[in-house]
């Protein structure tokens, strides 16, 4: 079935460096990519996405490149702060009239200060 | 945050216990998510109602009983749970099917002893 994986499953940064989460997807008709963060105890939020007519989008230091052809995209942040500190997940959805997201295994990133 | 919640936050339910989890979206969704977040797994979509009408059931044990009495509210019943069903159960709304963004509620944390 289809599947997302997610490299890598944890990953310590020093404040400043930045950091970059991937993941691989399956299913060739997926063309929306959510990232969402989960702090400890609290619920996963979105903080960027992006689409499959696009290969790259940028929110402050935030950014999400996708590579189509090879099924990859990634979540770069730069000039990390500990408050990024929190599991990464990204996903794979599609449009074409179903409800399924398929969502990788997270990414527990911690910012050391 | 408003936007989804859910009660209880936290639940501990012996094998035999019935109990309901619920869930309101304030959004003007008119699509309604559980999943099962478990540990170093990603996350596990249970089920999907569109319009009140259940439209994706992933394979989930009849123990776990779902209702959507309108767009705005979900409930999962729960009945005769295994210790292995302890998680966190998280309810997401979303405006229409697959490509659009998710948003979580907070959880209900579940212990089955």
């Known amino acids: 079935g289809e599947n997302v994986e997610q490299h890598p499953s944890t990953l310590s940064v020093q404040e400043g460096d930045s950091a970059v989460i991937k993941c691989t997807y399956s299913?060739?008709?997926?063309?929306?990519f959510p990232w969402y963060k989960q702090e400890l105890g609290k619920r996963p939020q979105l903080i960027i996405d992006i689409r499959s007519n696009v290969g790259e989008k940028k929110d402050q230091r935030i950014a999400v490149t996708l590579n189509k052809t090879a099924k990859h995209f990634s979540l770069h942040i730069t000039e990390t702060q500990p408050e990024d500190s929190a599991v990464y997940f990204c996903a794979a959805s599609d449009d074409s009239g179903t409800y399924k997201y398929i969502f990788g295994t997270g990414t527990r990133l911690k910012v050391l200060a | 945050e408003t936007g989804v919640t859910q009660t209880p936050r936290h639940l501990v339910m012996g094998m035999t216990n019935k109990k309901s989890l619920k869930c309101e979206q304030h959004l003007g969704h008119n699509a309604m998510y559980w999943y099962k977040q478990s540990a170093k797994k990603p996350l596990e979509l249970m089920f999907v109602y569109s319009l009140e009408e259940r439209v994706e059931n992933n394979s989930v044990p009849s123990r776990f009983s779902p209702e959507c009495p309108n767009s705005s509210h979900l409930f999962l019943h729960l009945h005769t749970l295994q210790p292995e069903d302890s998680a966190l159960y998280l309810c997401?709304?979303?405006?229409?099917?697959?490509?659009?963004?998710?948003?979580f509620g907070p959880g209900t944390r579940l212990l089955v002893l």
């Open positions: 299913d060739s008709a997926s063309n929306y």
């Open positions: 997401a709304s979303s405006q229409g099917q697959g490509g659009e963004t998710q948003y």
